[in-house]
Each structure stands twice: as structure tokens, then as C-alpha cells.
């Protein structure tokens, strides 16, 4: 009785300890961001930076609240939000599809690697211009380039993920006579679940960039109009509200598929 009450109390000092150190990590987060925040704006104040160059917190908040008295605000999150959720529903879909018929056909994943390879290094935005002639300048092409984000990338990690499987416990599969789908169901699947979760998370962030970049390109709505439009006007105070815009949905989102999906294996 003795040992289990001093095992309970060594669980529980453990537990502790843990939570102390998980909430010490969030307050350094905190303080590292309020220490940015004050120092920029103290900059900005005495002139130590161009405040028309690099704007400020306070110059941003006043942006963001200027555009969400006039009603733009909420509705080009949104129409942004939901464009960057189609193309990672998309793109992910798509890449665990190729990936499992890569995987399937031996032949095929040797033909195609060095293909995905180019597909991967090219950067996606020189394919605008073809995107927009293909789907027209609208929503569909910026779902279309969210989605070419995130599918190539998706492919690649989960094929590699599928071929690292251990080749023991395939073999073991096969001995039994187990099916290529049964493999996939039964042992490929199960043993790469944490694999996929990173997939998503890593896709959050290619599709908000696919969407940012292929509303630079066609949009006349969304965030990133907003930052190309700033730009081009020399209203960096908008350019800069829309960076911080995309940095706080950034982390909602991967803190969203975090939550839903926390398994890590």
C-alpha cells in the first residue's frame, strides 16, 4: 500500500512538472512575441526604423480596424479561408490517391520518381500563367494552384512513407497470401497514420500559400489581394495588416489539425 501511494505521488510530481514546463514554454512564446511587438513599435516611435517602410503594430491594428468597419475585412478572410480549405481537401485527397497508385504498380514508382522530383523543385507559380489559361482568372485557378501546392508534396512524402513500411512484415503479409489491398488496408495504412497527420500539417500551410500566390495572380478579393494591392499603391500599413492576417490564420489552422488529429505514432 506504502509503494503504491509513493508511486502516486512520484506520478503525480511528475505530472507537475510537466505542466509547469508546458505552461513556462507558452509564457517564453508569449514573451518572445510581446518583446518583438514593443520593440518594433519603440523603433518606429524614435525613428530608429522607417515606420513607412516597415509600418508598426499599432499603424496595423488601426488597419485592420479601418477594414473591418468597412465590412472588408471578415468577408476577404473568409473567401480566403475557404479557398485554402478547398485546395488542402484537394490536394491531399489527390496526393494519398497517386501515392497509393504509384506504390501499387513497382514499375510506375521507378518511371515517375524523378518526375515528381522536377515537379517538386519547379516553382508552382511559373505554371500561373497556364493555370489561368486553363481554368480562367477566377476561383477555380486559385484552387487550382492551392491544390498543385500541396498534391506534389503530399505524393512524394507519402510514397515514401508507404516504401518504408518494413519489408519483414510485408514479406510476413505475403507468406500468408495477403493481397496488395489487404497489404495497404491491414499494415501500409496503420503503420504510416502518423505519417499522414504530418502530411496534413505540412498541407495547411502549402495551400495558404497556393492561395496567397494564386490570388497575387487573378483575385480582386481575399488577403492577398490585399498585400499585392498595397503594394502596388504604397500602402505598406495594408501590406503588412494582411501579413499578420495570414500569420494568425496560419496558426489556427495548423493548430486546428493539431487538435483534431494529435496523434503523432
Known amino acids: 500500500m506504502e509503494n503504491k501511494l509513493k508511486c ?6 511528475f505530472l507537475r512538472k510537466q505542466k509547469i514546463k508546458s505552461i513556462s514554454i507558452w509564457l517564453s512564446r508569449f514573451g518572445i512575441l510581446i518583446f518583438f511587438l514593443f520593440f518594433w513599435e519603440i523603433a518606429v516611435k524614435f525613428n530608429w526604423a522607417d515606420g513607412f517602410l516597415i509600418s508598426s503594430p499599432c499603424r496595423i491594428i488601426k488597419t485592420l480596424v479601418t477594414l473591418y468597419s468597412s465590412g472588408q475585412l471578415l468577408s476577404n478572410v473568409w473567401y480566403t479561408v475557404a479557398e485554402t480549405i478547398s485546395g488542402f481537401i ?12 504509384i506504390w501499387w504498380h513497382d514499375s510506375l514508382s521507378k518511371i515517375l520518381d524523378p518526375y515528381l522530383v522536377i515537379l517538386n523543385a519547379i516553382p508552382k507559380v511559373a505554371f500561373g500563367p497556364i493555370i489561368i489559361a486553363w481554368a480562367g482568372a477566377g476561383i477555380k485557378s486559385i484552387m487550382v494552384m492551392s491544390m498543385l501546392m500541396s498534391v506534389v508534396i503530399s505524393t512524394i512524402n507519402m510514397l515514401s512513407s508507404f516504401k518504408k513500411t518494413e519489408k519483414e512484415k510485408v514479406f510476413l503479409m505475403k507468406t500468408f497470401k495477403a493481397g496488395k489491398f489487404q497489404i495497404l488496408c491491414k499494415l501500409i495504412f496503420p503503420s504510416n497514420i502518423h505519417n499522414i497527420i504530418t502530411v496534413l500539417k505540412i498541407n495547411v500551410g502549402m495551400s495558404l ?7 497575387f495572380l487573378v483575385s ?3 488577403i492577398g489581394y490585399f ?3 498595397g503594394s502596388q499603391v504604397f500602402k505598406l500599413d495594408l501590406v503588412m495588416a494582411g501579413i499578420f492576417i495570414l500569420s494568425i490564420l496560419a496558426f489556427l489552422m495548423y493548430f486546428g489539425i493539431s487538435k483534431i ?5
Open 8 to 13: 502516486s505521488k512520484e506520478h503525480l510530481l
Open 90 to 101: 484537394l490536394g491531399t485527397f489527390f496526393g494519398i490517391v497517386f501515392a497509393i497508385l
Open 209 to 215: 500559400i497556393g492561395v496567397i500566390t494564386g490570388e
Open 220 to 222: 480582386n478579393k481575399g
Open 227 to 229: 498585400i499585392i494591392y
Open 261 to 265: 488529429l494529435p496523434f503523432e505514432g
